[in-house]
């Protein structure tokens, strides 16, 4: 949808889109911008041009237009009493870590947190109307500016207000009139500093009238009217307007200081704690004159380096100043704001990885790194940490919770970026040397392949700037997950299928048939088969005396996948379930739940289930975790599972409306992803584990018996690995590892008691044994090569030796070929081994042999089915093709024969 046709056509009728009861009431005058045309409203009647492009932009730094001062906590503090106090509930923050919408990893802004995918459509869902919430927002599409231009951030709180207009809610005119209110009451912004300019949303199918305020060129917020859907000229009302109204706090508090950044009263007292730590001394007339120029040009250039000179040469600042002042203040900003977006995604259970969302933190880190090592600061993270968290835990007091979390987060990628030091230092001098310009897809080749980041290769001096493009170029590859792709069925007018095992759940059952698809796939009126999905594998079992071999769900409609004859339509058929097959396929479920949250408890806040998988005779969940898992941490979390099965605690399963589900358990409950359903089933083992399931499962843990967890494994940066079994699958493993074990004991001539001893005793025999042999072969190599020389034929100038040996091996053979072409240098030694059904190929060449071993082996290895090379003195290769070893001697001869010219 085009946004500009939108505002054209909006803007044509101001009166019906854009003048709101205030605007009357107070006299607000409709003007056009004089250098951009854009539609505001003012009470100004000196004002002439928009906020973009008037006089006073950015004069408030330095000078702000409010008589009261608020830092960060205290201007949230004002906004929500303000908001409570005309009639709205002030909600907390989601997560940041967007667990309900499949198409996003962060929540970007204070409207996704009432947004519910359903299908193709998104619907809306308030816990309150109207309400105010400080969405903290994670965006990363322009990290290159947080630091350098005064006002990005990485995190921020977006202040929303939302409604919907109804018997509770508001529309425009109240919006909009709140909106001035907070101005001008609670902060006291004279009302002719308050311009409200015209412009429109669109997004998601639905499009709106907005108006943005600006106080002094900052635009301060944006309200939204979500009014109607499809394309412009052929749109509809909504059924459910909604106002989308959002601020930035960061600026609300901005305004009010006056300070020369946002950040300087932004992250309470952390930055001048910083100032003070690296003894940096800062001039704030220099600073309050050159960051105005930045937020001023910033609108003027395209390119941030542009923006940053400009400003310079505005505001006079020397080199000195340049390297003392600005480029450490920078850094210092950029460090703060980093770090607050890692506690705030790390608290929310994210993690730094190569994949998905924990891409962008990845990249933050080594960006602090970078630069803290770029400017040899000394800082203690963890300090900071502390800091970050003892301000904000006034507005957040949830972060306190999850302090020693993020601690030991942050230790971890800070290990694993100094590992990683000396190889990024070796690519970079490399890059350095060879002169090379890079372009963005270099960079983002480097960052993917090697973890180089841009802010490393800058600091190495092999690129002079970050490219504009390249943080958005990347967090757009790593924006979009894959969609999975079904079959598809028409199923046209088909009824849902009465799902019978989230009621009694009948073994045996009478269905009807109402339709059968290209002869195997069966359609009854109800069924006891569970359908493939959320990881649980579907029940077999026999529909009219015909095997099942999957079924599957299609919408609400259950297909049976048959083998065999199938039934006729609308006839009535007995079906039966595979019971064993249910019962092991529910206990390994159950299961799922207890490993996950047991892994949780061991390990830490930020495990959550990344997928699972449940068959009749395993389990397999991956969880998010940083690093392997030791044979310790697995024995603790199966224990920790153990004791929740020796527990016996209840399982139970309730359905929800979602909303409330997520208001009472939380955000935890999408363990296996986001549900999109209204109502919601809930499976919880008592207070130990609540997570939002479709699947089938036990009554009391009790019934699992025992888990066991027999595979642990790092499949993927930041996702581990568990294999597991339980109930009778777990009993099978137990009893098939005893009888190895037994097995082991006979084989050794021992008993259970001594097993472990004997075995070192065995290994340390085999030791023993080996380094005898090693001896015996070095004795004998020099007897054995000179019977090899003996042996050998002559080619003219050179000898040929060869043999087909099925008793020693190739460690025999480099031994005495080494030694036999010392003796003798015109020999060509050559060893055909036969070993596990495949030929192992080792040849010799001497100095005056006239043939290259590696050439050699190739030639023969060919001739066997197989591959091999080496230099001109050793080769070796393999080869599998036994019957032809007569033949690849005769080609090896040949082939040395006619070298020699033979
Ligand atoms: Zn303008
Ligand atoms: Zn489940």
């Given at each position: 949808m085009n946004k500009d046709e939108i505002l054209a056509k909006f803007s044509s009728e101001p009166d019906r889109y854009y003048k709101i009861k205030l605007f009357e009431e107070q006299g607000f005058a409709r003007k056009s911008c004089v250098t951009c045309k854009r539609f505001f409203w003012t009470l100004d009647s000196n004002r002439v041009a928009c906020p973009d492009h008037a006089d006073d932009t950015y004069s408030f730094i330095g000078n702000p237009p409010t008589s009261k001062r608020f830092d960060y906590t205290e201007a949230w503090k004002q906004v929500e009493s303000f908001f409570v106090k005309n009639g709205h509930t002030s909600i907390s923050r989601y997560?940041?870590?967007?667990?309900?919408?499949?198409?996003?990893?962060?929540?970007?802004?204070?409207?996704?947190?009432?947004?519910?995918?359903?299908?193709?459509?998104?619907?809306?869902?308030?816990?309150?109307?109207?309400?105010?919430?400080?969405?903290?927002?994670?965006?990363?599409?322009?990290?290159?500016?947080?630091g350098v231009t005064g006002r990005h951030f990485s995190s921020f709180c977006m202040i929303g207000q939302h409604s919907i207009p109804n018997n509770k809610g508001y529309w425009k005119d109240e919006c909009v009139d709140l909106d001035y209110r907070l101005l001008t009451e609670s902060f006291g912004i004279n009302k002719n500093e308050i311009t409200f300019v015209e412009d429109v949303w669109a997004g998601g199918g639905s499009f709106g009238s907005s108006l943005e305020y600006y106080v002094r060129g900052l635009e301060l917020g944006n309200a939204v009217f979500t009014e109607f859907q499809g394309e412009l000229g052929n749109h509809t009302t909504l059924d459910q307007k909604i106002i989308d109204m959002g601020a930035g706090l960061e600026r609300f508090a901005w305004i009010t200081m006056g300070t020369p950044t946002a950040y300087d009263c932004c992250f309470g007292p952390i930055t001048q704690k910083l100032f003070?730590?690296?003894?940096?001394?800062?001039?704030?007339?220099?600073?309050?004159?050159?960051?105005?120029?930045?937020?001023?040009?910033?609108?003027?250039?395209?390119?941030?380096?542009?923006?940053?000179?400009?400003?310079?040469?505005?505001?006079h600042l020397s080199e000195?100043?340049?390297?003392?002042?600005?480029?450490?203040?920078?850094?210092?900003?950029?460090?703060?704001?980093?770090?607050?977006?890692?506690?705030?995604?790390?608290?929310?259970?994210?993690?730094?990885?190569?994949?998905?969302?924990?891409?962008?933190?990845?990249i933050i880190l080594r960006r602090i790194m970078a630069t803290i090592d770029r400017l040899g600061l000394k800082l203690d993270l963890d300090e900071l940490i502390d800091s970050h968290i003892d301000y904000l835990k006034k507005t957040y007091p949830e972060l306190e919770q999850y302090r020693a979390e993020v601690k030991t987060i942050i230790g971890i990628e800070v290990g694993r970026y100094h590992e990683s030091?000396?190889?990024?230092?070796?690519?970079?001098?490399?890059?350095?040397?060879?002169?090379?310009?890079?372009?963005?897809?270099?960079?983002?080749?480097?960052?993917?392949?090697?973890?180089?980041?841009?802010?490393?290769?800058?600091?190495?001096?092999?690129?002079?700037?970050?490219?504009?493009?390249?943080?958005?170029?990347?967090?757009?590859?790593?924006?979009?997950?894959?969609?999975?792709?079904?079959?598809?069925?028409?199923?046209?007018?088909?009824?849902?299928?009465?799902?019978?095992?989230?009621?009694?759940?009948?073994?045996?059952?009478?269905?009807?048939?109402?339709?059968?698809?290209?002869?195997?796939?069966?359609?009854?009126?109800?069924?006891?088969?569970?359908?493939?999905?959320?990881?649980?594998?579907?029940?077999?079992?026999?529909?009219n005396g015909q095997d099942v071999i999957d079924v599957t769900k299609h919408g609400n409609v259950v297909l049976h996948e048959i083998k065999g004859i199938s039934p006729k339509e609308g006839d009535i058929i007995p079906c039966e379930i595979e019971e064993s097959r249910r019962a092991n396929i529910t206990k390994h479920h159950t299961s799922t739940h207890v490993v996950n949250s047991s892994a949780r408890n061991v390990l830490g806040s930020w495990v959550w289930q990344h997928s699972a998988f449940k068959e009749k005779d395993y389990g397999r969940l991956d969880i998010t975790h940083h690093s392997s898992l030791s044979d310790e941490e697995v024995r603790k979390i199966e224990s920790f599972a153990n004791g929740v099965i020796q527990k016996n605690l209840p399982v139970t399963i309730q359905e929800y409306e979602r909303g409330q589900a997520e208001q009472t358990f939380g955000f935890r409950i999408y363990q296996g992803g986001v549900v999109p359903v209204k109502s919601v089933r809930i499976v919880k083992i008592e207070d130990f584990d609540v997570e939002a399931c479709g699947g089938t499962h036990v009554k009391r843990t009790g019934e699992l018996g025992l888990i066991k967890i027999t595979k642990s494994e790092r499949i993927q940066d930041g996702v581990i690995r568990l294999e597991f079994v339980s109930g009778q699958a777990a009993i099978d493993f137990v009893q098939k590892q005893e009888g190895d074990v037994?097995?082991?004991?006979?084989?050794?001539?021992?008993?259970?008691?001594?097993?472990?001893?004997?075995?070192e005793h065995a290994m340390t025999d085999s030791e023993y044994t080996k380094k005898k042999l090693k001896q015996l072969i070095k004795r004998t190599s020099t007897t054995s090569a000179k019977q090899a020389i003996e042996a050998s034929q002559n080619f003219g100038p050179v000898k040929f030796y060869h043999t087909v040996d099925e008793e020693l091996d190739e460690e025999f053979h480099i031994a005495v070929g080494d030694e036999a072409i010392k003796q003798t240098p015109t020999l060509i030694y050559c060893a055909l081994i036969l070993k596990d059904s495949g030929i192992r190929i080792i040849v010799f060449a001497g100095e005056q042999a006239k043939f290259k071993a590696g050439d050699l082996v190739r030639e023969i290895s060919s001739k066997l089915g197989g591959s091999g090379g080496g230099d001109a003195r050793f080769g070796q290769g393999g080869g599998k093709d036994t019957a032809k070893l007569a033949d690849a001697i005769a080609h090896a001869e040949s082939v040395i024969k006619k070298t020699v010219n033979l």
């Open positions: 997560p940041v870590v967007c667990r309900w919408r499949d198409d996003l990893y962060f929540t970007i802004a204070s409207i996704v947190d009432f947004q519910r995918v359903m299908g193709s459509k998104v619907v809306f869902e308030f816990p309150a109307n109207p309400l105010v919430v400080p969405q903290t927002c994670l965006r990363f599409k322009d990290i290159e500016n947080v003070q730590k690296i003894g940096l001394d800062t001039d704030s007339v220099k600073l309050t004159k050159y960051f105005t120029e930045i937020a001023r040009n910033l609108e003027k250039f395209q390119d941030l380096s542009q923006v940053r000179k400009a400003a310079i040469k505005a505001s000195r100043d340049l390297v003392k002042m600005i480029t450490p203040l920078e850094g210092l900003y950029m460090i703060a704001d980093h770090l607050r977006t890692l506690i705030f995604a790390i608290s929310d259970g994210a993690l730094p990885s190569n994949v998905g969302g924990g891409y962008n933190l990845r030091k000396s190889r990024m230092e070796k690519i970079a001098q490399n890059l350095k040397s060879q002169k090379k310009t890079l372009n963005v897809d270099d960079m983002i080749r480097l960052y993917e392949s090697d973890g180089v980041t841009p802010d490393y290769l800058k600091e190495y001096d092999v690129i002079s700037e970050i490219p504009d493009s390249f943080y958005s170029k990347l967090s757009d590859l790593h924006q979009s997950e894959k969609k999975k792709t079904t079959e598809e069925f028409d199923l046209a007018g088909i009824p849902e299928t009465d799902l019978l095992f989230y009621k009694d759940d009948p073994v045996k059952f009478d269905a009807k048939v109402l339709k059968v698809i290209k002869n195997k796939f069966v359609i009854l009126d109800r069924t006891s088969f569970y359908a493939r999905g959320g990881g649980q594998e579907p029940d077999h079992g026999k529909i037994m097995s082991i004991i006979k084989l050794l001539g021992s008993n259970r008691e001594k097993l472990v001893k004997s075995f």
